[in-house]
């Protein structure tokens, strides 16, 4: 059981886009700034978002994330099908005093 | 380029121990903090722990009391000593520059080094 919750997958049409939520608590999300990482089959995870909203350099616009309350969320637009990965949130959660992941979610490009 | 390569997983029976390294380059080693994030087959990511530049450490409870974290600056390496490992431990297990709970999050990862806890 995951502290940070994302739904198991999402899914949408080339083009098309996709939003992922991330649902916390006060003691991560609610005061802590949020990252999100993309997981490529067979790869290493890679930061896609850092500071809720913030895209570190060479990732494309087409990858937004925005934080609200004890919320986050992820949007994909564009939708591409290199895109077809497993996405996670991130935080620290100041009360376990220690970093917390969500469960992940599987972005399908139907 | 930032260059992370980990080593010293393997097999090892419940019970036992084992040291992970990631010798780390490309960057000024001592100013940043680091991470280790661990994966087991099939499943997400997990938290294991952190260290600051200044050394202070931070675990999660999962591994509390029986992983610890540190790092020789003098090498630019990162360690893990893992104990009383359980095949719970199982895992992919992912050096990464930074600190989870910093503004900047953690990137880039390691390849990993698989630990595989098994009698």
């Known amino acids: 059981q995951s502290v940070l919750t994302q739904p198991p997958s999402v899914s949408a049409a080339p083009g098309q886009k996709v939003t992922i939520s991330c649902s916390g608590a006060s003691s991560n999300i609610g005061s802590k700034t949020v990252s999100w990482y993309q997981q490529l089959p067979g790869t290493a995870p890679r930061l896609l978002i850092y500071?809720?909203?913030k895209r570190p350099s060479g990732i494309p616009d087409r990858f937004s994330g925005s934080k609200s309350g004890t919320s986050a969320t992820l949007d994909i637009t564009g939708l591409q099908t290199g895109d077809e990965a497993d996405y996670y949130c991130g935080a620290w959660d100041i009360r376990l005093n220690g970093g917390v992941f969500g469960g992940g979610t599987k972005v399908t490009v139907l | 380029e930032v260059q992370l390569l980990e080593s010293g997983g393997g097999l090892v029976q419940p019970g036992g121990s084992l040291r992970l390294s990631c010798a780390a380059s490309?960057?000024?080693?001592?100013?940043?903090?680091m991470t280790w994030v661990r994966q087991a087959p099939g499943k997400g990511l997990e938290w294991v722990a952190s260290?600051?530049?200044?050394?202070?450490?931070y675990n999660a409870d999962s591994v509390k009391g029986r992983f610890t974290i540190s790092r020789d600056n003098s090498k630019d390496t990162l360690f893990l000593h893992m104990h009383s490992l359980g095949v719970e431990d199982t895992a992919l297990y992912y050096c990464?520059?930074?600190?989870?709970?910093?503004?900047?999050?953690?990137?880039?990862w390691g390849q990993g080094t698989l630990v595989t806890v098994s009698s």
């Open positions: 990464v520059k930074g600190g989870i709970g910093r503004v900047q999050g953690i990137d880039p």
């Open positions: 500071d809720n909203n």
């Open positions: 260290i600051g530049e200044s050394g202070d450490t």
């Open positions: 490309g960057f000024t080693f001592s100013s940043v903090a």
